[in-house]
């Protein structure tokens, strides 16, 4: 895994996933805004490290990683059983030999992290693309396992933009948005979803401003959602979670705006930790609360939120940070990554597709 360093420039643009020369380029999430360090992924196993980590992160950004870490195992899967590029299976050993790498290493990276559906979906999509290629030349095979990874990613920067637009029309022409994570170009291919909201609200003349809840304990707020707006000169104010109750009962919110990792059939939001308490305060306090995501984050097989595998995460993210900490040692922690919103405290869900209430989500199960 190569590491590339440049200090953060204030209005530089940036790109979260990059996919040059058969190796996937990651901007390191974990050292923003500090530093702007980018990692070169050139195995199945730097990639899998990546998202374990969190060096890429946010839903649909995993899944696109996680399609290009598949692309990255075929053409390693080449190279260790030094097959020829105009090489057809033919022989059962062979195609066994060949699949069984392939398997592991998709084992390897659905393995990562459990909540995000994205990854999931990302590489079921992939797996179709291989197996009706498998026919093919080898060399053919890894083009079009590429040319899907590189479809995956060109389809969430579209599905993000519509989904701005989609959403921006619900806003009115001043208004003081809430979000919470990052559900930035960070998270996505680009534009981002709830992101991609304010981003679009701007760009269509609406005066906005947002409130980014600092996401206590990976900081995705104030470290992620606060450095992309910044550059983007949109007006930015961090709080700490246990603000958001008091900034709402002054009136100072008109809308709360999140992503999701998971979206189940009966319309629960599976998303970042704090986000189910944001929802009971918006609905206390009469604000709506939208949730954008691409369709790619709908689980139509799940039923409820209650089906999902929360995440938890390593207890230190809880007792420090950047090697600060400042909890006792023997006290017990918990760590859980996501919660579950139940669909009757979301007003609307925003997607690429349309706009729904969650009991709704059916009506766009065909695409329009
Ligand atoms: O743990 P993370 O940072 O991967 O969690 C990310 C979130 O919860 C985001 O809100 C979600 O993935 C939506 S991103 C468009």
């Known amino acids: 895994m190569d590491i590339k360093e440049r200090p953060t420039k204030k209005m530089s643009k940036f790109e979260t996933l990059e996919w040059k020369n058969n190796e996937l380029i990651l901007i390191d999430q974990r050292s923003l805004p500090k530093v702007e360090k980018y990692i070169v992924c050139k195995t199945v196993e730097d990639?899998?490290?990546a998202i374990e980590k969190m060096i890429v992160r946010g839903a649909p950004a995993i899944g696109c990683a996680a399609a290009f870490g598949f692309a990255i195992g075929v053409i390693e899967a080449k190279k260790k059983l030094k097959i020829a590029d105009d090489?057809?299976?033919?022989?059962?050993?062979?195609?066994?030999?060949?699949l069984k790498l392939i398997d592991d290493f998709k084992n390897k990276l659905a393995k990562t992290?459990?909540?995000?559906?994205?990854l999931f979906w990302a590489l079921e999509e992939i797996q179709k693309t291989f197996n009706s290629n498998f026919h093919l030349t080898v060399a053919e095979l890894i083009c079009s396992v590429n040319s899907k990874a590189e479809l995956i990613f060109n389809e969430d920067i579209q599905a993000n933009q519509k989904i701005g637009i989609n959403?921006?029309?619900?806003?009115?022409?001043?208004?003081?948005?809430?979000?919470?994570?990052?559900?930035?170009?960070l998270a996505t291919a680009g534009h981002g979803t709830a992101l991609g909201i304010i981003r679009s609200a701007q760009t269509l003349g609406k005066k906005i401003e947002v409130f980014a809840g600092e996401t206590r304990p990976f900081l995705q707020g104030a470290r992620l959602t606060a450095w992309e707006l910044v550059k983007d000169r949109i007006p930015v104010t961090i709080i700490t979670d246990n603000m958001s109750g008091y900034l709402m009962s002054l009136g100072l919110v008109d809308a709360v705006i999140v992503g999701a990792d998971r979206v189940t059939s009966n319309g629960d939001v599976i998303n970042k930790i704090g986000t189910y308490s944001l929802a009971v305060l918006a609905?206390?306090?009469n604000i709506p609360f939208l949730v954008a995501c691409p369709w790619s984050t709908v689980d139509m097989q799940t039923k409820t939120g209650a089906d999902v595998i929360i995440e938890e995460r390593n207890p230190k993210e809880v007792t420090g940070f950047d090697g600060n900490i400042w909890?006792?040692?023997?006290?017990?922690?918990?760590?859980p990554a996501f919660d579950v919103t139940p669909a009757y405290l979301v007003s609307y869900l925003v997607t690429e597709r349309g706009v729904v209430t969650p009991n709704n989500l059916d009506s766009l199960k065909t695409e329009q």
Request: one cysteine or more.
């Open 167 to 185: 959403g921006a029309k619900l806003l009115s022409e001043k208004v003081s948005v809430l979000t919470h994570c990052n559900a930035g170009a």
């Open 283 to 285: 609905s206390k306090h």
């Open 87 to 98: 090489f057809i299976f033919k022989n059962h050993k062979d195609k066994l030999q060949f």
């Open 113 to 118: 992290r459990p909540t995000a559906v994205n």
């Open 327 to 335: 909890a006792p040692e023997g006290a017990k922690v918990f760590n």
């Open 47 to 49: 990639v899998a490290y």
